[in-house]
Protein backbone atom coordinates (compact mmCIF):
# COMPACT_ATOMS: atom_id res chain seq x y z
CA UNK A 1 0.00 0.00 0.00
CA UNK A 2 2.93 2.72 0.72
CA UNK A 3 4.76 2.32 -2.70
CA UNK A 4 1.36 2.83 -4.27
CA UNK A 5 0.80 5.98 -2.20
CA UNK A 6 4.19 7.33 -3.01
CA UNK A 7 3.49 6.90 -6.83
CA UNK A 8 0.37 8.94 -6.24
CA UNK A 9 2.11 11.33 -4.84
CA UNK A 10 4.75 11.90 -7.12
CA UNK A 11 2.56 11.80 -10.16
CA UNK A 12 0.71 14.38 -8.84
CA UNK A 13 3.60 16.45 -8.12
CA UNK A 14 4.82 15.81 -11.88
CA UNK A 15 1.53 16.44 -13.32
CA UNK A 16 1.30 19.84 -11.11
CA UNK A 17 -0.55 23.11 -12.75
CA UNK A 18 1.38 26.33 -13.20
CA UNK A 19 -0.96 27.75 -11.47
CA UNK A 20 -0.05 26.10 -7.72
CA UNK A 21 3.64 25.95 -6.02
CA UNK A 22 5.08 23.26 -5.47
CA UNK A 23 7.21 23.34 -2.15
CA UNK A 24 9.82 20.62 0.30
CA UNK A 25 8.17 20.81 3.65
CA UNK A 26 10.06 19.49 6.63
CA UNK A 27 8.74 19.37 10.05
CA UNK A 28 9.68 18.58 13.16
CA UNK A 29 7.27 17.61 16.36
CA UNK A 30 7.47 16.73 19.69
CA UNK A 31 4.69 15.33 22.52
CA UNK A 32 3.55 18.16 24.58
CA UNK A 33 1.22 15.68 26.43
CA UNK A 34 1.19 12.15 26.04
CA UNK A 35 -0.90 9.16 27.64
CA UNK A 36 0.98 6.15 29.36
CA UNK A 37 1.15 2.58 27.91
CA UNK A 38 -0.98 0.14 29.75
CA UNK A 39 2.69 -1.29 30.91
CA UNK A 40 3.45 2.48 32.22
CA UNK A 41 6.24 3.52 30.05
CA UNK A 42 5.44 6.43 27.59
CA UNK A 43 4.95 6.68 24.08
CA UNK A 44 5.92 8.60 20.97
CA UNK A 45 8.66 11.44 22.10
CA UNK A 46 8.96 13.40 18.29
CA UNK A 47 8.31 12.90 14.79
CA UNK A 48 10.45 14.28 12.13
CA UNK A 49 8.82 14.43 8.66
CA UNK A 50 9.99 15.12 4.79
CA UNK A 51 7.19 16.18 2.48
CA UNK A 52 6.20 17.49 -0.80
CA UNK A 53 3.42 20.11 -0.35
CA UNK A 54 1.25 22.14 -3.97
CA UNK A 55 -0.35 24.97 -2.91
CA UNK A 56 -3.21 25.52 -5.16
CA UNK A 57 -4.52 29.55 -5.78
CA UNK A 58 -7.43 29.02 -3.05
CA UNK A 59 -4.92 28.97 -0.41
CA UNK A 60 -5.58 25.06 -0.12
CA UNK A 61 -2.92 22.85 0.07
CA UNK A 62 -1.92 19.16 -0.22
CA UNK A 63 1.17 17.28 1.19
CA UNK A 64 2.84 13.95 1.37
CA UNK A 65 5.86 12.17 2.14
CA UNK A 66 7.40 10.24 5.24
CA UNK A 67 7.84 10.70 8.60
CA UNK A 68 9.74 8.99 11.05
CA UNK A 69 8.72 8.66 14.93
CA UNK A 70 10.98 8.47 17.97
CA UNK A 71 9.25 6.87 20.89
CA UNK A 72 9.79 3.23 22.59
CA UNK A 73 11.22 2.25 19.26
CA UNK A 74 11.73 3.81 15.74
CA UNK A 75 8.88 3.65 13.30
CA UNK A 76 8.75 5.07 9.75
CA UNK A 77 5.84 5.88 7.57
CA UNK A 78 3.71 7.78 4.78
CA UNK A 79 2.27 10.71 6.00
CA UNK A 80 -0.53 12.69 3.62
CA UNK A 81 -2.51 15.85 4.85
CA UNK A 82 -4.24 19.09 3.60
CA UNK A 83 -4.01 22.30 4.96
CA UNK A 84 -6.64 25.54 4.17
CA UNK A 85 -4.56 28.77 4.90
CA UNK A 86 -6.81 32.49 5.51
CA UNK A 87 -6.90 34.41 2.50
CA UNK A 88 -4.86 37.40 4.12
CA UNK A 89 -2.36 37.12 6.63
CA UNK A 90 -3.64 37.29 10.36
CA UNK A 91 -1.09 39.40 11.53
CA UNK A 92 1.71 41.01 10.33
CA UNK A 93 4.91 40.68 12.52
CA UNK A 94 7.37 43.32 11.39
CA UNK A 95 6.95 44.83 8.34
CA UNK A 96 7.29 42.83 5.03
CA UNK A 97 6.83 39.25 7.17
CA UNK A 98 3.02 38.22 6.95
CA UNK A 99 1.63 35.20 8.96
CA UNK A 100 -1.32 33.26 8.22
CA UNK A 101 -3.24 31.08 10.28
CA UNK A 102 -4.63 27.43 9.02
CA UNK A 103 -6.39 24.89 9.98
CA UNK A 104 -5.65 21.11 8.39
CA UNK A 105 -5.60 17.61 8.92
CA UNK A 106 -3.81 14.02 8.05
CA UNK A 107 -3.13 10.60 8.33
CA UNK A 108 -0.43 8.76 8.97
CA UNK A 109 0.32 4.76 8.03
CA UNK A 110 2.21 3.95 11.42
CA UNK A 111 2.16 0.05 12.53
CA UNK A 112 -1.75 1.28 12.90
CA UNK A 113 -3.73 4.28 11.15
CA UNK A 114 -3.68 7.77 12.73
CA UNK A 115 -5.70 10.63 12.07
CA UNK A 116 -4.86 13.88 13.23
CA UNK A 117 -6.16 17.15 13.13
CA UNK A 118 -4.14 20.53 13.04
CA UNK A 119 -3.73 24.54 14.10
CA UNK A 120 -0.53 27.03 13.32
CA UNK A 121 0.22 29.58 11.69
CA UNK A 122 2.96 30.10 8.59
CA UNK A 123 5.31 33.17 8.90
CA UNK A 124 6.79 34.60 5.85
CA UNK A 125 10.68 34.74 6.63
CA UNK A 126 11.46 34.94 2.81
CA UNK A 127 10.53 35.30 -0.62
CA UNK A 128 11.10 31.71 -0.94
CA UNK A 129 10.74 30.24 2.46
CA UNK A 130 8.02 30.45 5.02
CA UNK A 131 8.21 28.80 8.74
CA UNK A 132 5.16 26.99 10.22
CA UNK A 133 4.52 26.81 13.93
CA UNK A 134 1.78 24.04 14.75
CA UNK A 135 -0.27 21.77 16.78
CA UNK A 136 -1.35 18.41 16.22
CA UNK A 137 -3.87 15.76 18.28
CA UNK A 138 -2.77 11.99 16.45
CA UNK A 139 -6.11 9.64 17.23
CA UNK A 140 -6.12 6.31 16.53
CA UNK A 141 -7.07 2.84 17.98
CA UNK A 142 -3.58 1.85 19.03
CA UNK A 143 -2.79 3.43 22.64
CA UNK A 144 0.98 3.83 21.38
CA UNK A 145 -0.04 6.70 19.24
CA UNK A 146 -3.55 8.00 20.68
CA UNK A 147 -4.41 11.01 22.60
CA UNK A 148 -0.79 12.50 22.29
CA UNK A 149 -0.32 16.35 21.25
CA UNK A 150 2.28 17.24 19.46
CA UNK A 151 3.65 20.44 19.03
CA UNK A 152 5.84 21.56 16.01
CA UNK A 153 7.60 23.54 14.01
CA UNK A 154 8.23 23.46 10.12
CA UNK A 155 9.84 25.08 7.33
CA UNK A 156 8.63 25.45 3.66
CA UNK A 157 11.24 26.69 0.87
Sequence with gaps: MKPLLLAALVLMSVNASAEGQIASLVN?????ARPNASDGQSNITSIFSTSMEYTLPENISFYGGFSFVLGEKFESAVTLG???YSSTPAFQLLPGIPMWSFLG???SFL???VYYPEAGFRIATSDSSRLDVFIKIL???NDTY????MIGAGLTF
Design 139 to 141: NSS
Design 82 to 84: SRF
Design 28 to 32: FESAA
Design 105 to 107: GGV
Design 111 to 113: EDT
Design 146 to 149: DKHV
